[in-house]
């Protein structure tokens, strides 16, 4: 909501808007980590949430199924703001917080926009091609891809009980490429926890007639965790970072 790069969120903040996409294809699973990020692809195209879930390996999966729960919280806010102000516009339907990089705090997102079509248009997600592959001495294979406008993304492929799945990287606002670990999702869902709670004191203070606009309230929310956020509630990045340097 600063200066740092909103894809610092990568592929799980646009994941985490809404869960109401089409049931996920059963019995669907990756036996190459190409052929996860095939099925990614595939899934994001049809706007299902549950099925990009599916493919989605720890830390990432359990990040975003907690950001998922969001959506019972905001839906609580978004109540009160039409009960006081009427419907707007400008509707959140859920929060999340990107993984920091080294010592910075998670950075905290307003999401808007329906899911479905959050994921048909992220072009992150379509049109992948892939550059390079790389087995590590762990046996996760780290991906690296680019889309149709020639930017460069990365994978890190694991094999489970479930088949090859993915941890998709995030990036600092230079558009350097890191991998969420335990600990940096750890910060996002205490954060989170702090965040539901904010929310709800927000609503009540709503009730109150406190805020004169949506913008107002959620701004309020905003700036517990960001000092300086931007004005109103951001949606689908219209921009990508650059691409990926060449040593």
């Known amino acids: 909501m600063t200066a740092r790069n909103l894809f610092a969120a990568g592929v799980l903040l646009l994941l985490i808007a809404a869960v109401q996409a089409a049931e996920p294809l059963k019995g669907r ?3 190459t980590p190409e052929e996860a990020l095939k099925l990614l692809q595939e899934y994001a195209k049809q706007g299902n949430a549950e099925g990009c879930l599916s493919m989605l390996a720890e ?4 990040l975003l199924q907690g950001q998922m729960a969001s959506e019972k919280i905001v839906a609580v806010l978004e109540a009160a703001l039409d009960a006081k102000l009427g419907k ?3 509707k959140v339907h859920a929060v999340g917080f990107a993984p920091g990089k080294n010592a910075e705090p998670p950075l905290f997102v307003l ?4 899911l479905e079509d959050g994921l048909k248009q992220y072009e992150p997600l379509q049109d992948l091609s892939r ?3 790389e087995t590590r001495k762990d046996g996760t294979v780290v991906l690296s891809v680019k889309d149709k406008h020639q930017r460069v993304w990365k994978f890190t492929a694991v094999k489970d009980r479930m088949g090859w799945r993915l941890i998709d990287w995030a990036a600092d606002p ?7 670990d335990a600990k940096r999702v750890a910060a996002c869902q205490k954060a989170m926890e702090e965040a539901r709670a904010v929310i709800l004191e927000v609503a009540r203070r709503v009730g109150a007639g406190e805020f004169k606009t949506r913008e107002q309230a959620w701004l309020a929310v905003a700036t517990k965790f960001d000092p300086k956020p931007a004005p109103q509630p951001i949606g689908p990045p219209e921009k ?3 691409p990926e340097k060449k040593e």
């Open 29 to 31: 699973t990756a036996n």
């Open 59 to 62: 830390p990432s999966h359990s």
């Open 88 to 90: 707007g516009d400008l």
């Open 111 to 114: 999401m808007t926009g329906s």
């Open 131 to 133: 550059v390079s592959r």
């Open 174 to 180: 230079r558009g350097e490429f890191f991998e969420p």
């Open 240 to 242: 990508l970072p650059p």
